[in-house]
């Protein structure tokens, strides 16, 4: 049994189901039960000196990979060989993509912004974006849709399944587990500066594989502006704000001929960033559907790239 056979049954199950709203309900999912557990320990954890609450944070992320990597090891040890084994750990590993869920959390930005509903596709899209929404207008609300469905393929798709074939469910759960913290407590801000900055830290190197091979993927996505694709990430990329999400948004920004990145406004302060891909035209409501089509043909080929390894 092959890690990637196991990768290649989550990722199918997760495309086809989701994480259904009624199995939410009754026990949550998976990451939010990692994010309780993060919780709790910054709750203990994060007071002191700044050099205090840097050791405090680097406590929290050992604890918390230890916490959910040796059930995943024990678990992994104690699969049978064969179809059964097979078909368990893919069954395990499933919640740990977000195949579906990104789809439809764009999408839902998509329909009403296609329709002139401002109002609604500035909810749907706050859903999925740090930013500040509520004065976006369609263009402010195209591009922070298309961003994040990069961005998060590499965060929610592609670095679960390179970790999963790597290193099987330990190497999943430890990937998530890490991406969970960054995204609860790997932030610049007064409370998370200096408690967060391992697991931030932690996090850009563990995206640093998936977030090019991501790159590679939604480029190889669409052969005709390959080129274009590969020229944006050889330019732009390395101008992002962050050493992992300039690859996968330069390589849609160049297969949709858009401009992506660039200001935007983050609560109460303005964030001047470059753009990528500079002298293409800001995307408009229909380049999101463009960007779920460019989306859905990445998933095919990492279907076929998983089905490929698994061969092996």
Request: glycine share 8%; hydrophobic share 50%.
């Amino acid at each position: 049994m092959t890690f990637a056979s196991m990768m290649l049954v989550g990722f199918v199950i997760d495309v086809i189901l989701g994480w259904p709203n009624m199995l939410f309900a009754r026990i949550g999912h998976p990451v939010t039960w990692i994010g309780h557990s993060i919780t709790v320990l910054e709750n203990r954890l994060n007071t002191g000196s700044e050099n205090q609450r840097r050791v405090a944070g680097a406590i929290c992320v050992v604890t918390v990979l230890v916490i959910v990597t040796l059930p995943a090891v024990l678990i992994q040890w104690a699969l049978p060989d064969g179809p059964i084994g097979l078909i368990l750990g893919g069954i395990l590993a499933w919640p740990m993509f977000a195949v579906r869920s990104m789809h439809d959390h764009v999408r839902a930005v998509a329909v009403p912004l296609a329709h002139g509903d401002i109002a609604s596709a500035r909810a749907a899209v706050a859903m999925i974006v740090g930013r500040d929404s509520s004065k976006l207008g369609e263009n402010g609300i195209a591009r922070a849709s298309i961003e994040s469905l990069a961005e998060n393929t590499s965060d929610g798709v592609i670095a679960p399944v390179f970790w999963g074939v790597v290193a099987g469910l330990p190497g999943l759960v430890a990937y998530k587990a890490i991406n969970t913290m960054d995204s609860m407590i790997g932030h610049r801000s007064d409370r998370y500066e200096h408690f967060g900055k391992t697991a931030a830290r932690l996090d850009d190197i563990v995206n640093l594989p998936a977030s090019r091979l991501s790159g590679v993927l939604f480029a190889a996505a669409r052969p005709k502006t390959i080129a274009k694709s590969w020229s944006v990430i050889k330019n732009d990329a390395h101008k992002h704000r962050s050493p992992n999400a300039g690859w996968p948004e330069s390589a849609v920004a160049g297969a949709l001929d858009i401009r992506l990145s660039g200001p935007r406004i983050y609560e109460d302060r303005i964030a001047d960033e470059p753009w990528l891909n500079p002298g293409a035209p800001d995307p408009k409501a229909p380049d999101v559907n463009r960007a779920l089509s460019l989306y859905r043909t990445t998933m095919v080929l990492t279907v076929l790239a998983l089905g490929l390894l698994a061969l092996i």
